[in-house]
Structure formats: structure tokens, C-alpha cells
């Protein structure tokens, strides 16, 4: 299986001849923001853009929440796809996407600028930013179940549908995402250390709960994810291994949730314990 890549910011109109692209070099298989499509239907995943917010489609876009990437291998594994065509935003997210996928190394990398015009990849930003529309080049009938309610229009870039009225190569389905309209979305430190905080001290184990520290663990400009430490008293007499676990598990389990921030490492510093009287 031979693995190539589309690269281009966002909204320079990747999607939009991805399947060219796929068709010009052989690639019987795309993968786009979170979804394995294949001959003109989505085999596995779920679309980025049925996500709630801009964090939470990047995340699913480079296939990190739980399952999505084991669903995606075991359907490329299934189908046996000749050439996979990953689209991305640069080179380091196709690479860490054919990572996750367990994917062989990209072969070849093709840039939007070699295959748009300025003036085509303005158009594809307009379309992306002012008016919140999306291409997935995938048939109406297949995107739907993937993306309930977010489909606007089905459009024909290249080819005008023939008398059997069946779907060809280069027609797409705009979508608008979920989260088109919401502006730009900050979470504070502050608000994750509520988050702790209030997980904390719903475990009657814990007694009292000392400094909570969040830091940012980046990778040049990239952030990789939150590191959270977390000082408590426990109350004596319980194995103090299992309940940190516990504890653990749950604190990053609820800032994911709730933030949709990937938790890297949460560190508990037990500082004494609470005997009874």
C-alpha cells in the first residue's frame, strides 16, 4: 500500500480537488478531516466538522479521541486500499495522521499552490471563513449519516451529471461545521483548575486539596497537550495507589470532556493524611 499527501492551509480548497488529485494518481482511497472514503463513500470515521467546536475537529480530524483511530485502521485493513491520499493542513499533520493510522511513509507530498491559482485558493478561503462552508468529496447520500444536519448543497465542479443520473468523479457536498458561527474559542487555565478542583472534591476520599498547576507541554509552535499536577490529604485507610488512579483517571477524562484539550499527564502529590479522631 503506497501512501501520498495534499497540503495546504485551511480553506485553500484541498477537499475540493481532492478527488482529482486521488484520480491523477492512482489513490483509490482518501483520508479528510476524520473520514476514510473510498470510491466515493465514507467507509470509517466520523467528520471533523459534526464536532461542537474548533479544538474538538482538530482532534478528530488527527484521529485522537478514543476508538476513532482503531476504527479507521481496522476498515484500511478490511478494504486494502492500493494508494491512500491523506489531505492535510502541512506536512507535520499528514505525517503524525499516517503515524496514528499506522500507515507506511508518504511517499510524495503535493502542494495547493501547484495545483490552484491564487485567485482559486482566495475563493476556497472566502467560502471557508465568511461563509462557513466546508467540501467533503463525498455523494449527498453518503454524507448524511456522517453529518446530520450540517449538509447545505450538493454541487458539480468538473462533470455535469450524465442521463443515469449517477454521481461522478468531482462532485462534492458542502457542509457547514458545527461550530461555524461560535468566533474564536479560549479556555483558561483558571477554568481548568475549577474543573480539578470541583473532580477532586467529589471523592469523599479526599480530604483537603492543596495547588493545582496546569503547564502546557509544546513542541515548537505546536501544543501537544496539558500537564496537570494536583496537591491533596487523603483520608487514612484506603490503598492510596488505586485511589490516585482513580482519581487520575477521572481528572482527565472531565478536562477532555469539557475543555476538548488533550491531557497528556495528570501528577497527584499526596501531601499527608486526614486520620480521624
Known amino acids: 500500500m503506497d501512501v501520498i499527501a495534499l497540503v495546504g492551509p485551511s480553506g485553500t480548497g484541498k477537499s475540493h480537488r ?3 488529485v486521488a484520480h491523477a494518481h492512482q489513490a483509490d482511497a482518501i483520508i479528510d478531516d476524520g473520514l476514510l472514503i473510498q470510491d466515493g463513500k465514507i467507509i470509517a470515521g466520523t467528520s471533523a466538522k459534526t464536532e461542537p467546536s474548533k479544538i474538538m475537529a482538530v482532534r478528530r480530524a488527527i484521529f485522537t479521541p478514543p ?3 482503531e476504527e479507521v485502521r481496522k476498515a484500511i485493513a478490511k478494504h486494502k486500499p492500493h494508494r491512500i491520499l491523506i ?3 502541512s506536512e507535520n499533520m499528514v505525517h503524525k495522521i ?4 499506522e500507515l507506511p511513509t508518504i511517499e510524495q507530498i503535493i ?3 501547484d495545483i490552484a491559482t491564487q485567485r482559486e485558493m482566495q475563493k476556497a478561503q472566502f467560502a471557508r471563513l465568511k461563509q462557513g462552508k466546508h467540501i467533503i468529496p463525498v455523494p449527498t447520500i453518503e454524507l448524511k449519516p456522517h453529518a446530520s444536519g450540517l449538509l447545505i448543497d450538493p454541487i458539480q465542479t468538473f ?10 468523479l468531482g462532485e462534492k457536498s458542502i457542509v457547514r461545521p458545527a461550530f461555524s458561527y461560535y468566533g474564536k474559542l479560549l479556555i483558561d487555565d483558571a477554568a481548568v483548575k475549577m474543573i480539578v478542583r470541583r473532580v477532586a472534591k467529589e471523592k469523599k476520599y479526599v480530604s483537603e486539596i492543596g495547588a493545582i498547576s496546569v503547564k502546557h507541554l509544546l513542541k515548537g509552535d505546536e501544543n501537544y497537550g496539558l500537564s496537570i499536577s ?4 487523603l483520608t487514612y485507610g484506603a490503598h492510596i495507589p488505586t485511589l490516585i488512579k482513580e482519581a ?3 481528572v482527565r477524562e472531565t478536562v477532555e470532556y469539557m475543555t476538548g484539550m488533550n491531557v497528556r499527564e495528570v501528577n497527584i502529590a499526596v501531601k499527608g493524611l486526614y486520620v480521624e479522631a
Do not use: M, P
Not at 499516517?98 to 493510522?101: G, K, W, Y
Open 87 to 89: 489531505l492535510g493542513t
Open 248 to 250: 487520575q483517571e477521572k
Open 98 to 101: 499516517a503515524r496514528i493510522l
Open 230 to 233: 494536583c496537591e491533596v490529604v
Open 159 to 168: 462533470f455535469k451529471r450524465g442521463r443515469s443520473h449517477r454521481r461522478k
Open 111 to 113: 502542494r495547493i499552490e
Open 67 to 69: 476508538g476513532h483511530a
Open 18 to 20: 481532492a478527488l482529482l
